[in-house]
Structure formats: C-alpha cells, structure tokens
C-alpha cells in the first residue's frame, strides 16, 4: 500500500512524460560532466581547455538565468524546455563530433558551450516550476521526491555509463549520447502540453519583470532565508569536495576513504528521497530548516579527524538532510508562489547556487596547502548561522502546507 501510494503520481500522463524526459537528460548530463572532461584532455593534450569550455557554459548559464526565468514565466514552460533541450542537444553533439574527427576547434567549442549554457539558463528556472501542473497538490511532494530520487540515482549510475563507455567507443559517442537524451528529454516535454492560461497577464518590460521578482524574493522571508541558506550550503559543499581527497590523503588512508565519503553522500541522498516519500511534514520550512543542520557535524567531523565510520554516518546524514530539504523547498515553492513568479524565484535560487560554487573551490584551493580544519569548522559555523537566522522567523517556522495538498 504505501508503495502503491509513492507511485500515485505516475497515475498521471503529463508526469509520467516530465518524469521519463528528466531521467534521460539528467543521466545523460552526469555522463557529459566526465565525458567532456575526459575527451577534451585525451584530444588537446591540455586541461586548460576543459577548464576553459566548463567555464564558458557555466559564465553563460550565471549572466543569463534570470532572463531565463522571466521568459519561462511568460511563455508555455514545456515549449520553453522543448526548445532549450534542442539547443543543448545540439551543442552536445556538436562536441562529440569535433572529438570523433579528432579536430577540436577551441573558439567553435566555447561557442557550442556558451550556447549550452545559456539553454541550461532558460531551461532550469522552466522546468522547477513544473510539477505544478502535472500533478494534483496533494502529490506534489511525492512527484518532486521521485524526481530527486532519479537525480540521485543519475550520479551513481551516469559516471559508471560514461567510463563504459569511454572505455569502448570513446568519449565523442558518450558526448552525442547525451545530445540524443537531450532529443528525448524534447520530445517528452513538447508531449506534456500544459494547458493556457485561463486570462492572458499584462507583460511588464523584462527589467520591471526582474525587479519584481527580487522585490518578492526580499520581502518573503522563507523565500529570501532559504536562498542565503543555499548559498552557504553551496559553498561548503564545493570547498569539501575541494579538501576532502585532500585530508584522505594526509589521513594515509587515500582514495579509498575519499571514495567511501562519496558513496556515503550518494546513499544518504537516496534516504533522504525514500523518507519525503513516506512522510509529509505539515511545517515544511521548519522540517527542512531541521534537516539542513546535519550538515554541521559533517564539517565539524571532517575538519577535527574524526573516525572513518564516524565520518562516513556523518556524510550519509548530510546528504539525507540536504536532499530532504531541496525537495520540502521546491514543493512549498511551487504551492506558496503565483504562476506568474514562480520561475522568476527559481532563477534566484540557481543564480545563488551556480554562482558561488566557484568560490567554494577557489576558497577550497586557497586552504588546501593548509589550515583546513579551521576553514571547514568556520563553514560549519556559517552554515549553522543561517539556518538560525531563517527560523528566526515565525513566518519560516508556522509555514503549513496547504490543507489541499496533504495526502488523505
């Protein structure tokens, strides 16, 4: 019964086909992440030129995604997502060709990722408000879950496919992989056909549209405390993925205890998805808030040396709690937040996640000659901080999900 119940969301076409797309193009860009990386540095013989092309699509995805998430408020998302897929699809094949004919072309290639970058920038902030409309509210939760969940999935089994496959047929087939999954993901939202809007919104000008939707983000306090949350957890994350190898290594115990880290953070991310779709919390912001904080010890735990089973409870448990969390704040998004917004909000919470991970890993860098445990114990700190700052707030705290959206 219980299975039967996390699985209602499927009962619904226009999930099933936002569901499918997901899962491909989300594999399909786990894969790329090794591919490209893999396949620029055998075919140039330099790293700087992976740097270079991650940088590209990653500057075009942070200058355009809050345009992206004013015209996905404007127009159908699932066309939005449509198009931007085809873009990707063929930046990504595009890649996997020059690496196929062995004639890497470094201006076509920063080209085809800033283009990548920018289709991510419109596609992203599109396709986090939609579960709205492709499940009633009292699946959302579930529907949002079961997305995480193939998300968590996607990060074990998208590098074991794209080492299979870089070890086979190379990494320009891997690469044209994923531009075929972005194909799908296409077809699959250009299936969901949302319906129109009941009376057509007055257009303000894009900067007036931008203005507005910072304007709702500042004065809302569960909004504007959890994307300040995010951006701390952000950083954290990119500077322990930064010193992690680097204290195994100092730690004797090498890539075999960093590897474990790892597959303990992927396990917890899993527990975190199989717990959201058993319980619905009625005070989401506070349980998220909650959940977020076992990313605390994690870092403490790290930072003082703390036994390897210790360490790798501790990770499991931080990635239970920040999966958990993201789910509890998507779905509260999209109950809490207008249509007309709604996209323009995501765009603010992937602004402040995509653009502070670079600092993460420069502040990473800076301390891995030393003083690591002091900077992990100060992110502990920050991080701890701001979920305080957030239930500081009474609103953050008593949110309630819709007497509508609860599961009966």
Not at 164 to 178: C, M, P
């Amino acid at each position: 019964m219980r299975l039967r119940q996390s699985l209602e969301p499927f009962k619904h076409r226009r999930f099933v086909y936002q569901y499918a797309g997901f899962t491909v193009s989300v594999i399909g860009n786990t894969l790329s992440q090794v591919a490209i990386t893999v396949g620029l540095l055998k075919a140039t013989g330099s790293g700087a030129t992976a740097g270079l092309a991650l940088s590209a699509s990653t500057v075009a995805l942070v200058v355009c995604i809050l345009f992206g998430g004013v015209w996905a408020d404007r127009l159908p998302r699932h066309l939005v997502m449509a198009t931007m897929d085809g873009v990707r699809a063929t930046a990504q094949i595009g890649v996997g060709v020059m690496l196929l004919t062995d004639s890497v072309s470094l201006p076509l290639l920063l080209l085809l990722q800033v283009c990548f970058g920018a289709a991510q920038a419109f596609h992203l902030p599109a396709s986090s408000g939609l579960t709205r409309f492709t499940v009633p509210k009292d699946q959302m939760q579930r529907a949002n879950t079961l997305l995480s969940f193939a998300r968590s999935m996607s990060g074990v089994v998208g590098p074991l496919l794209a080492g299979a496959l870089i070890a086979t047929v190379g990494a320009g087939w891997a690469l044209i992989g994923d531009g075929l999954s972005f194909l799908v993901s296409g077809a699959c939202a250009a299936l969901i056909k949302l319906p129109r809007r009941e009376t057509p919104r007055e257009k303000d000008g894009t900067l007036r549209e931008l203005a507005g939707g910072f304007r709702l983000v500042r004065t809302t306090p569960w909004i504007w405390t959890s994307i300040v949350g995010f951006m701390c957890t952000h950083v954290a994350v990119a500077v322990f993925m930064i010193v992690g190898p680097v204290l195994a290594v100092e730690n004797g115990s090498g890539v075999w205890e960093w590897s474990l880290l790892i597959a303990a953070l992927g396990i917890g991310d899993v527990l975190g998805d199989l717990f959201l779709l058993r319980f619905q919390p009625r005070r989401p912001m506070l349980v998220a808030r909650l959940a977020e904080l076992f990313l605390v010890p994690m870092l403490l735990l790290m930072a003082w040396n703390a036994p390897l089973p210790v360490q790798i409870v501790a990770v499991a448990l931080a990635g239970a709690g920040m999966t958990a969390a993201d789910s509890l704040w998507l779905t509260t998004m999209q109950h809490e937040v207008h249509e007309d917004s709604l996209s323009k909000v995501s765009s603010y919470d992937w602004l402040s996640s995509v653009a502070l991970r670079p600092v993460g890993f420069a502040l990473g860098a800076a301390f891995a000659g030393g003083g690591l445990a002091v900077v992990l114990t100060c992110l502990a700190l920050l991080v701890l901080a701001s979920r305080l700052v957030s239930l500081a707030h009474p609103s953050v705290r008593d949110l309630r999900t819709p007497v509508d959206a609860l599961v009966h």
